[in-house]
């Protein structure tokens, strides 16, 4: 959403209202932000102040299922601070939620606090499967023994 500013540039106290939804993808992450607030003309600052609905799509970390997570933040930014300019007179919303998105989202998205990953001999999920990587680890110590005994 682009917002046209030239109403309110020169005239304190006024605003003009904000709605839009905005889409973010960058790698794993896939974001769509339902956004609405207003910019305000406060004493010649002209101030973002909005809320943020964001629907994010990633993968767990550990074992890679896919992971649905809603964050809902604020945006509280001033336009010529914050990493924000003006093309002309021209808002690019899209840019802003972008920026935010960013700032106010996890690192790292785990479907569980207690996901078990993936094993790291054989790749298998062991959240839903058993793997003998564990076994074999005990057979060698075990050969290891065997191998001093002899
Ligand atoms: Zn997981
Ligand atoms: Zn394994």
Redesign the pocket.
């Known amino acids: 959403m682009k917002i046209d500013l030239l109403p309110i540039i020169d005239s304190k106290g006024s605003q003009l209202p904000i709605k839009c939804q905005v889409s973010v993808s960058d790698g794993d992450i896939d974001a769509r932000s339902d956004v609405s607030g207003e910019v305000v003309n406060s004493s010649g600052t002209l101030e973002i102040k909005a809320d943020v609905k964001a629907i994010i799509k990633s993968v767990c970390a550990r074992c890679l299922k896919p992971v649905t997570e809603t964050i809902e933040f604020k945006i509280n930014d001033v336009v010529g601070e914050d990493g924000i300019t003006l093309n002309g007179t021209v808002l690019d919303m899209g840019d802003v939620v972008r920026q935010n998105v960013f700032l106010n989202i996890p690192l790292k998205f785990i479907c569980s606090e207690d996901c078990k990953g993936l ?6 999920n ?1 959240n839903t499967d058993k ?4 076994d074999e680890e005990i057979d060698e110590r075990f050969a290891a023994l065997k191998k001093l005994l002899d």
Request: charged share 0%; aromatic share 0%; proline share 0%.
């Open positions: 094993c790291a001999g054989c790749g298998a062991l793997c003998s990587c564990g």
